[in-house]
């Protein structure tokens, strides 16, 4: 995937952060992601829309406090098409994963600007910085996981099992 970086240099960004659980009162993931991130950054949704951004970077325990599903669910909805952080909340981890949203953990992202363009290659293992030509290696997740988030989450794999 080849997507526009937006980065917010912030450790234990954490659900409540992501989704203020006012909002939780409706699960329709447009109403959420149009509140996605809004106690953190008023603008968020806008900028993504606005600038085209697809990855979302941050610093470290992203995801962290309670288990609301609804987070990277608002996340993904929101145009975010891939988060990047040196470390996930282990919950976050795993429904980012549940519904399709791939997470990767890069412990350098002070590497990472705003505004980077980033070709990610998921299954080699390596980011392309394009606006300043570094590449990263990157630890590969299991081809299993692999599997999930190319299908779109765990309930489209199991799908695809079934069938």
């Known amino acids: ?5 937006i980065k917010y240099n ?6 409540d952060l992501i989704i203020p659980a006012r909002y939780l009162i409706n699960s329709d993931e447009q109403f959420l992601a149009a509140h996605c991130m809004e106690d953190l950054d008023r603008d968020f949704v806008e900028k993504v829309k606005k ?7 941050t610093d470290s325990n992203f995801g962290c406090g309670s288990s609301r599903e609804q987070a990277p669910s608002a996340i993904k909805a929101s145009g975010i098409a ?13 429904n980012a994963i549940n519904i399709g949203l791939p997470i990767i953990e890069f412990p350098e992202i002070e590497r990472i600007r705003t505004g ?3 070709n990610i290659q ?7 910085n394009t606006s300043n030509d570094e590449e990263f290696q990157i630890k590969k997740q299991s ?12 309930i489209n794999f199991a799908r695809k099992q079934i069938k």
Do not use: H, W, Y
């Not at 912030?10 to 659900?15: A, D, P, S, V």
């Not at 990047?84 to 981890?93: G, N, V």
């Not at 998921?122 to 392309?128: L, Q, V």
């Open 1 to 5: 995937m080849i997507g526009k970086v």
């Open 10 to 15: 912030l450790k234990n960004i954490n659900t």
């Open 51 to 57: 600038e085209n951004f697809q990855i979302l970077v």
């Open 82 to 94: 891939c988060i990047i952080a040196p470390s996930f909340a282990r919950i976050f981890f795993r």
């Open 116 to 118: 980077d363009i980033l």
């Open 122 to 128: 998921f299954e080699e293992g390596i980011i392309k």
């Open 143 to 154: 081809d299993f996981l692999q599997q999930i988030i190319s299908a779109g989450g765990l």
